[in-house]
């Protein structure tokens, strides 16, 4: 990307104008989102199932047959709305924009702060709640252990990652580096998925992801997928 301007400068002068967005509706000044985005807000949002494509099936027919249709019943479905009266009319109006949630917000950001700057969550009285349990806690680019007894930063926890995509793999590799056997990763997203196969051979323990809805939840054994994978 430091060379686009030189290698691709069509690609570069494209993205000066604006090319690496989409603006959907022409009410909302701040309406433009990324063009991957813009496919999880269209296409994908008009078929979405509980659970994502991993929450109906795992089955590669399945899931193929779900994606060459999708396009297809995504514009029927929005065909049917406006037919039904239940389309947006495209009036901006959202609910994170109302008062009431503007100062409900503000109220909590002030409460996390002070929370953080003061520290509280290290103080004894509020460690002994975790038992026999280790907690670990990223605040910015630090990483704390926190116990029953005691508390401390964890150097090699310490990253400058800001996604906790990629901060998850990290810990589970901690994990298994301190002696644990199965690390379980939760999370519903496609690319946590993809990540967890790519990397899950370099993490010495059985890892696991659950996700699904709460009425169909599931363990997918990323080891294992992973093995088959590879044949």
């Known amino acids: 990307m430091s060379r686009l301007e030189v290698d691709h400068p069509a690609v570069h002068a494209h993205f000066v104008k604006g090319g690496f967005s989409v603006q959907l509706g022409g009410n909302n000044p701040f309406g433009k989102i990324p063009v991957d985005q813009t496919i999880e807000e269209t296409v994908n949002k008009d078929t979405q199932t509980a659970g994502g494509t991993k929450g109906f099936s795992l089955k590669t027919g399945a899931v193929t047959r779900y994606y060459l249709t999708s396009e297809n019943r995504s514009q029927y479905l929005r065909q049917l709305r406006n037919m039904t009266g239940n389309e947006s009319t495209g009036c901006f109006s959202h609910h994170d924009l109302q008062k009431p949630r503007i100062e409900k917000y503000r109220a909590d950001v002030n409460a996390f702060v002070e929370l ?6 290290k103080l004894p009285e509020y460690r002994i709640k975790l038992q026999d349990k280790q907690l670990f806690a990223t605040c910015g680019e630090t990483c704390y ?3 029953k007894k005691d508390w401390k ?5 310490k990253s400058s990652h800001e996604e906790a995509d990629t901060r998850m793999l990290l810990h589970a590799n901690h994990a298994s580096q301190n002696g644990y056997k199965t690390t379980v990763i939760v999370s519903e997203d496609t690319d946590v998925m993809i990540l967890c196969l790519g990397h899950c051979k370099e993490i010495n323990c059985a890892m696991y992801l659950k996700c699904g809805t709460h009425n169909r939840t599931r363990y997918i054994n990323m080891s294992s997928l992973a093995e088959l994978h590879e044949r």
């Open 153 to 157: 930063v964890v150097e090699e926890l």
């Open 116 to 121: 953080m700057e003061k520290s509280w969550w």
């Open 145 to 147: 252990r926190l116990k």
